[in-house]
Every structure is written in structure tokens, then in C-alpha cells.
């Protein structure tokens, strides 16, 4: 006789949860909607909490959230992911304190400033678990900041202090740091211009210490990064900014000696000379990355001397360097056997040959990004027996003006793995080639067309039935292709339609009907589309339970009133401006 479901015994419902994506955890809901024992094991699923304005909004009395920290006891990571008020995060870090969650990363970044009182009592219960601390781009930082951190999480290993809008970071501060976080393996020190070379001096004499991003910090001079390169044993991840360097081949030396332990090197927005790039090509460094980003004072023989001796690459990023032709590429791509990523933005001369040759010349190559290039100018190389033979999944071929129809057809044809593409702004596309895109690439999740006026649809065929993402602000988009999109599309759960003129309440209600088939759909753009009554909001919310964000623009907003109902039925009604 057949066992039934519930009958099954913990340890294999443990197994099957198991099983799950992390990138799939949003499938959970509706499974935990199922019954309290299935809720039980997919909750302990959960590891990463994102705190926005509508977790917040839908805690009880819009302070308390922690309800959510006894129901997901199993949380490691809590990211503050929007701007929140100092009152909101404080309360929110005191409640995570409060709690018996043991968190080990803490996300900041984007807030006003430190609660003192609130890191304070997080650091007494989490003096030893926390390992990862992230505090980019606040509003405010400062010495004393630093002097709370590591009073309250002496055991950190990752640290990220980059960008604060208003730095008051001194090479003291940065000081305190080295002699009291001595298990720190990763710091980001980008951005702070008080600091020195004093500051990458202390730093070095942190054994533990493996990673270090300095990039942009104008007070930085070449000789303090030649003392990290020679006294930092471990090193293995080193992110600068060069200047123009006052005595190179003493720099270049000491790299030589000194960096044979290196894997990643970024050396963004830098003066780098072929010298220095025919050292990082010798055999002894063996990196597999390498970051060349608007770098400039180098040649091409200087750029195969580095990509011909580290044939271990995984990521080359070549953003920006103006002088690389399609011959060229073609020349580096039969060097790259095991590259995963490369990075081509603005390589104003390389054309769709390009894509051609690394699809053909690199079996590891997944990720491709070619925007601001001129892809659909001069010729095309394209080699249909690629094929299935492709692993390419990711494509962001953004303000390419003059992509056309036939050679995304050619692309598309390449790249039957393809699960993300991004042709935002290449205005000479049309509806009819998205359509051929989903037709060999069917295992599309996420599609970028912002900005495609030509686009009013995705085709007829109905073929994108694995898009989870459709960003079409400011596209061609119209009501009828709402229609085809609610047919077709199952699992889309996040739609822009911002400035798409053509949409208007009768293609949403054909998006959310009743028979349609977009049943999991959370978040949608509306912003300067339509304007929408409160009883048509409401219709929405109740023909698709799934909604949890609707944005419109802020003069479209409903009454304070309304949009409590609408939240007390899990969804937010706000505007992005």
C-alpha cells in the first residue's frame, strides 16, 4: 500500500529541502502554505534575511520584526538592503541581539550612521560569531565607528568600510584595526581619502590578513602598496589604484620578487606599463583573475604577454581598454581555456566577431559583457557548428545601438544554455528576434529590454515559459503584450514596466486575470504608466495573492488609508521617487 506523504520520516524531508537552490528559496512560500510541518523545514532553509522599508512596514506596530527571527531561527547573513531610519535600524539590530539567532554577516551599507548602543548590545551576544561586518557607502564614518567594532567583534575575518560619503577614517583608526582584529583576512578600505600609506604599513603585519581593496584613495602612493606586495606574506587578493608611478621598475621588481603568491589582481583605473604586464605573465604568478578595468599606458604586446603566461584565468576584465580590435580578441581568446567571465564594456572598436571567436575558442566561457561596443557593425564570423557545443549563460550586451535583428538571431542560435540576457537600450531590435532569443534559448530566466521602444512583445509563440525577471522599463511593451506575457510566462515573479505608455488597466487586468497563467508574480513596476483607483489596486491584490510590491509614481499613490488595507494583505503600495 502506498505511504502517504505525511507519513514520510524527518530525516528524508530534511533531505529533500536539502536539495534546494538558495536562488530558489522564493519557490518556499507556497510550500509552506501546504501544511506547519513542510513551513518547518523550509524555514530552516532560510539562512539570509534582506531588510527593506516593507519588512518593516509589515512588522507588528512597524518596529518589531522579530517575530521573523523566531520563526527563521536558522539565519546566518541580515542584510539592511534600502536606506532605513536610524530609529529603524537600531531597533532592528536590538531585536537581532535579543534573539537566539547566531549571525555571522551583517549588512550596513547605505545607512546614516552607527547606532552605538544597539552595535553594542549585538557585539555581547555575538562577540565570538560574527565574521563578516559590511559598512559601505554610509553616511558617516569615523574613528570612533572603527573603535565599536572591534570592541564588539574582535573574532571579524571580513571587513568592508569603502565609501563613506562623509570620511573621517584616519590611518589611527585603520591602526586599531590591524592590532585588535588579528583573525581579519579581508578588508576594503576604498574610497577613505584621510588615510595613508600608514595604513596599508599596519595592515601588512596581519598574518591572517589575505584580501585587501584599496582602490581610490588618493593619499595612497606607490610605495605603500610595494610594502603590502613584500611584507604581506599570505596575500592572495589585491585590488588597486596606480597612479603614475615615480620609480616603476623598483615597483616592478619588488612585485616581481614578492607577488609569486597572488590569484586575483585588480588594477582599475590605473597607469599600468607593459612591463609590469610581462611580469604579471611570468610563469611563477598564477592568477585567475586579473582586472585591467579603464586601465591605460599599456600596448597590446604588453596585454598577450599577461593573458599568454596566466592561461589559468577564470575572469579577465578589459573594460575600457579603446585600442582592442576583433583580430586581437581573437588572438587572446585561443589563450583562455578555462576564462568563466570577461569584461569588454566600452571596447568601443570590437564587433558581434567577438562573441563569435570567444564562444568558439573558450569551452569554459560563461558570462560575456560587451555594452557600449559595436556589436551589428563590420563583419560577422559566425560559425554555426558551435551549436549545443556552447556553455554561455549570461550576456550583457547593453547600448549597442546598432544590434540588429539578424545577429541577436546568430547569438541566440550560440548560446542554447543562455539564462540571462541584457539588451537594454539597443534600439534597433525588435520584438520578432526577443521572440527567436526564446525560441533557441529556452531556458531564459532573467530578460533585460529597457529601453527598447521597438520591442511591444515577446512574440506570439509564448516561448519564455522559465522567465522568473522581465525588466521593460521605458520599452514598447503594450497591452497586448501584457496578454501574451500573463499567458505564457508561469514563473515570472518580477516585471518592470515603467514609462511602457502603452500599458493601461485593461492589459493588467488581462496580466492578472483569474485564468491566467502568471500566478507567482511579487513585485511590480508601474511608474508613470497609468493612473490606477484604489478599488483597481484592490482587484489586483486579490486576483494575484502572490504581490508583494507594487511601485507607482508618487502622484498615483492612494490614500495612506488604502494602502494600509493593501499591506495588511502582504502587499506595499510606495513610490521609488
Known sequence: MAQSWEDLPEELWKAIFDCIKPTEYHHLESISLVCKRLQFFSDRLVSTLNVSTRTVLLAPDHRDISP????????????????????SVKNIVRAISRSDLRVTALDLSNQERFSYSAIHDLGRKMKHTMRTLICAEMDTLQD?????????????????????????????????????????????????????????ITLSSLSSLSKISA?????????????????????LSLSISINPIPSPHAFIESFRANASNLQSLELSDSC?????????????????????SHCHGFTFDGLSAAVLGQQSLQHLNLDGTGFLTDEMMSSLSEHLPHVFSIGLNWCTHLTSSTIFNLAKNCPSLEEISMSFTSLGL???????????????????????????????????????????????????????????????????????????????????DLQFSKLEVLMASASGIED??????????????????????????EGLRQLLKSDSSCKVLRKLNLERCCDLSADFLAWMVSSSPSLRTIILSSRSLPTLKSRDLLLKHGCLVTSAE
Open 272 to 292: 599600468v606599463s607593459d612591463e609590469l604586464l610581462s611580469v604579471i605573465g611570468n610563469h611563477k604568478l598564477v592568477l585567475l583573475k586579473l582586472v585591467l
Open 480 to 505: 497586448a503584450g501584457l496578454e501574451m506575457i500573463g499567458r505564457g510566462c508561469q514563473r515570472l515573479r518580477i516585471l518592470h514596466v515603467k514609462d511602457c505608455y502603452g500599458v493601461t488597466k
Open 215 to 235: 582602490r581610490n584613495c588618493s593619499r595612497l602612493t606607490i610605495s605603500g602598496i610595494e610594502y603590502v606586495i613584500q611584507h604581506c606574506s599570505n596575500l
Open 68 to 87: 521573523l527571527f523566531r520563526r527563521f531561527h536558522h539565519l546566518k547573513r541580515i542584510n539592511f538592503s534600502a536606506s532605513l531610519s536610524k530609529v
Open 378 to 460: 563590420g563583419e560577422e564570423d559566425f560559425v554555426s557548428e558551435l551549436g549545443k557545443n556552447c556553455k554561455i549563460r549570461s550576456l550583457k550586451l547593453r547600448h549597442n545601438e546598432n544590434l540588429r535583428d539578424e545577429t541577436l538571431e546568430r547569438i541566440g542560435t550560440l548560446c542554447p544554455e543562455l539564462s540571462s540576457i541584457d539588451v537594454s537600450c539597443c534600439r534597433s531590435i525588435t520584438g520578432v528576434e526577443i521572440d527567436g532569443i526564446g525560441k533557441y534559448c529556452t531556458k531564459i530566466t532573467e530578460l533585460r529590454i529597457d529601453g527598447c521602444r521597438k520591442v511591444r512583445n515577446l512574440g506570439s
Open 144 to 200: 570612533r565607528d572603527l573603535d565599536r567594532i572591534v570592541a564588539s567583534f574582535p573574532d571579524l575575518e571580513e571587513l568592508d568600510i569603502s565609501y563613506p560619503r562623509n570620511s573621517l577614517i584616519s590611518d589611527e583608526g585603520i591602526s586599531r584595526i590591524a592590532v585588535r582584529l588579528q583573525k581579519l583576512r579581508s578588508i576594503n578600505i576604498s574610497g577613505n581619502d584621510c588615510i595613508s600609506d600608514v595604513s596599508l
